[in-house]
Every structure is written in C-alpha cells, then in structure tokens.
C-alpha cells in the first residue's frame, strides 16, 4: 500500500494566517492527490482534486501544489470556518490512503 | 444536487455479517464509482472498495476476502456486506461517489456508526 504521511499532525494558528499542510507519498501517485476537510460529526469535504484543482463551490483561499512525492495545501487567510481536520488521499494505486490527518485548531 | 444515505442496523454481534445500504438521490446512479469508507474511533479513513454502475468492483486487498459491493440501478442504491466482523470493525462508515476521471470523492453520506459488540 502507498503510505501516506501528512505533517504536522496539529497546529494552532489564528484567522488571518497563512497555514501549510504537507502530504508525503512512500511512492509516486503523479497528481492523483486530493485533500479534504472534515468537521466533527461530519462527512469529510473534497477541496482539492489532482493535486491542484479547486473543487466547485470551494473558496479561492484553498490551493494545492505538488513537487514530485511531496504535496501542499495551503489556506491564504484562514477564517473561522476552517478550523477543521485536513486529509490527503492518493487515488493512484489501489487501495487508495488517506493520511492520518492535520488538525487546524485556534 | 446529489444526495447519499447511509441505512442499515447500529450494532452487530461479532461473527455476523454487516450490511449496509446507501440510496443515491439527485441524480443517476449510472456513470461514476460508487465507494464504501470507514473511519474506526481514533485510526484513520480506509477505503474499502467500489463499484461501478456496470457492477464492476475494486476492493482493499486487506477486505476482498469479506466485502462484498452491490449495486441496484433500478433503485438507485448500491450495498456493502461485510462478513465474519469482529470489534475492529467497529467504525463510522461512509457511502460516497467517485469521480471515473482523477478518482476523487465527490459527494458523500452523513455517516453511520457501526458497532460490532455481543
């Protein structure tokens, strides 16, 4: 299975902030990386799809890069409805992995 | 505006089968891979597998020898069975769509919380 590291695990950050996530694959899985949020209680929310497409309906703050096996979310300006979990998920091998998860808190 | 929800029994004994149902509304079951996820209580999201709307399935390796996805076009739902549960199975599972092209999740179900407990 392609394993999938995401850092950090936490981090605490204010509204207005400029927040990085990073996912790191064990191999290769071209741009078929894509990240999602979740909110206690809730289904997780596609944001980012083939390593660097924004999702419909999804705020322009979200964006996504890759460079090889390393890939980034990065909010711009964080707002109050962002303090949630991030995951990262590759759809390149089966079975597709998620990360463990970034939990953004204030 | 597509929906999914997830139906099916709370609890079940250790060695029984679990089933679940998802009903798709707001649009057509054709086309796309129709997924089952699950997130046991303090581990990560694990795919378990999917089905395409020709009843063509792909399944995590560490399930395939007790999953089973089904699909009923003409309801418009799609089933996962799981047999021979034990408490690792215990875990919020999702039904959710994948998008054929760059196989993403697009739309998911609330979620339902299985417990497997005597």
């Known amino acids: 299975d392609i394993q999938m590291t995401q850092s950090p695990s936490s981090l605490s950050a204010s509204v207005g902030d400029r927040v990085t996530i990073t996912c790191r694959a064990s191999q290769s899985v071209s741009i078929f990386l894509n990240w999602y949020q979740q909110k206690p209680g809730k289904a997780p929310k596609l944001l980012i799809y083939a390593a660097s497409s924004l999702q419909s309906g999804v705020p322009s703050r979200f964006s996504g890069s890759e460079s090889g096996t390393d890939f980034t979310l990065t909010i711009s300006s964080l707002q109050p409805e962002d303090f949630a979990t991030y995951y990262c998920?590759?759809?390149?091998?089966?079975?597709?992995?998620f990360g463990q998860g970034t939990k953004v808190e204030i | 505006q597509v929906q999914l929800q997830e139906s099916g029994p709370g609890l079940v004994k250790p060695s029984e089968t679990l089933s679940l149902t998802c009903t798709v509304s707001?649009?057509?079951?054709?086309?796309?891979?129709w997924s089952w996820i699950r997130h046991p209580p303090g581990k990560g999201l694990e795919c378990i597998g999917y089905?395409?709307?020709?009843?063509?399935?792909n399944y995590n390796p560490s399930l395939t020898s007790r999953a089973t996805i089904s699909v009923d076009t003409s309801k418009n739902q799609f089933s996962l069975k799981l047999r021979s549960v034990t408490a690792a199975d215990t875990a919020v599972y999702y039904c959710?769509?994948?998008?054929?092209?760059?196989?993403?999740?697009?739309?998911w179900g609330q979620g339902t919380l299985v417990t497997v407990s005597s």
């Open positions: 959710a769509r994948a998008h054929t092209t760059g196989d993403y999740f697009d739309y």
């Open positions: 998920q590759q759809s390149y091998s089966n079975p597709w992995t």
């Open positions: 089905i395409s709307y020709s009843g063509s399935t």
């Open positions: 707001g649009g057509s079951i054709s086309s796309y891979y």
